[in-house]
């Protein structure tokens, strides 16, 4: 078992950036790939950004591209997602996920492990 839990969320103006941190116990994220989804109200969960369990491997959704950026440090047992240039429209709430598949890396239905979600608001 795998639990993971999302901090870093908050209120920020346009413009403005946060760091998402999203820390793993339980077992050890060697061999998982992590990846960020977020859920804006009325909208399905989307895909945001993944990231392989070496960390050489990263893709980010076209929408963030240039603005976010997925790291993780093994040693800590941690995924990061630092947001930049934040929109409005970047308003949700933000999930952190991790999954050994290898089709359909940017589907919910790749990951087996699931944060609680941490709220993202941007103010216009």
């Known amino acids: 078992q795998v639990q993971l839990v999302e901090s870093g969320g908050g209120l920020v103006q346009a413009g403005g950036s946060l760091r998402l941190s999203c820390a793993a116990s339980g077992r050890t994220l060697s061999n998982y790939r992590m990846a960020w989804f977020r859920q804006a109200p009325g909208k399905e969960r989307e895909f945001v950004a993944r990231i392989t369990w070496s960390g050489v491997t990263t893709y980010l959704t076209d929408s963030v591209k240039g603005r976010l950026t997925i790291s993780r440090d093994n040693a800590k047992n941690t995924v990061y997602l630092q947001m930049n240039s934040l929109k409005p429209e970047d308003t949700a709430v933000y999930y952190c996920?991790?999954?050994?598949?290898?089709?359909?890396?940017?589907?919910?239905?790749?990951?087996?492990?699931w944060g609680q979600g941490t709220q993202v608001t941007v103010s216009s």
């Open positions: 996920a991790a999954g050994t598949a290898r089709v359909g890396v940017d589907t919910t239905q790749a990951y087996d492990y």
